[in-house]
Each structure stands twice: as C-alpha cells, then as structure tokens.
C-alpha cells in the first residue's frame, strides 16, 4: 500500500494499456502483488481506467501472492516474503537468475527473521542505515 509503488504500477498500466488493446504489444503484463495491493490495482485500474478494464484477466494479470510463496517467472524461481514492515503490508522477492541470487527487499530494513532470505545474494536492494540503493555483497 505504499503510495509510490501503487502509482508506478498504476502508470504502467496506463502505458501499457493501449499497445495491450490494440495488439501492438504481444506479451502479456504480469503484475504481483500481496493481497491489499493487487486488491487497490483492480479497483483503480476499474474506477479510472474503466477502457483497460476488459484487460484485466485476459492481457493484464494482477497475481496475489504469499508470504514464502514460490513461482516461476520468465523461467526463474522466484520466491516472494513478507518483510514485516510497520508502516503497511509489503512484500519482498528473491530470484535466482542463472546460479545468481538477487534479493530486493522493499524500502525498509530488512527485519532480522528475513535476513537468511537475502543470504548469499550477489545483489541485494534494500535501505541500509538510511540510505537506498544497491549494494554488492
């Protein structure tokens, strides 16, 4: 539910919506997301956005998914974790791309319980000591 994830995915959907429609663009969009926030895009997308609607299930898929869940995205695993923020619901992921472990843990402090997800990662995106970016491990 943080405001600056919502609406980049928001306006994605906007630029991406008319290529998607007119068949412009082949692929597909995938979004995912825990359950509050694919619950706020279907709305918004619905409310404000009512053409791409008809999208929705059919070209742009908004996919819940769970603390621990694993899936397989564009032939890489990926497993999605709760970081147990204070401020709202958020989720983290880490991929395996071809013998590389990538973690990218939200816009917090990765809470000590999640740390042995992120163990190991050659990339890791997180805050650390109050300032955001990438940090090589």
């Known amino acids: 539910r943080h405001l600056d994830h919502i609406t980049g995915i928001f306006w994605m959907m906007r630029?991406?919506?008319?290529?998607?429609?007119?068949?412009?663009?082949k692929e597909d969009v995938y979004v995912?997301?825990?359950?509050?926030?694919?619950?706020?895009?279907?709305?918004?997308?619905?409310?404000?956005l009512p053409e791409r609607a008809e999208l929705?299930?059919?070209?742009i898929h908004l996919i819940e998914v769970k603390d621990l869940e694993q899936r397989d995205i564009?032939?890489?695993?990926?497993?999605?974790?709760?970081?147990?923020?204070?401020?709202?619901?958020?989720f983290g992921f880490v991929m395996n791309?071809?013998?590389?472990?990538?973690?990218?843990?939200?816009?917090?402090?990765?809470?000590e319980d999640c740390m042995f997800l992120a163990e190991n990662a050659e990339l890791i995106r997180r805050w650390r000591s109050g300032i955001q970016g990438y940090r090589e491990l």
Do not use: W
């Not at 929705?56 to 070209?59: A, L, N, V």
């Not at 564009?74 to 958020?90: L, N, Y």
């Open 15 to 25: 630029m991406y919506g008319g290529p998607l429609a007119s068949g412009k663009m």
């Open 32 to 48: 995912y997301g825990h359950d509050e926030v694919i619950s706020i895009l279907d709305k918004m997308i619905r409310m404000l």
């Open 97 to 111: 791309d071809n013998g590389r472990k990538i973690a990218v843990c939200g816009d917090e402090p990765l809470p």
């Open 74 to 90: 564009m032939g890489k695993p990926v497993t999605f974790f709760d970081i147990h923020s204070q401020k709202a619901k958020q």
């Open 56 to 59: 929705i299930g059919s070209r």
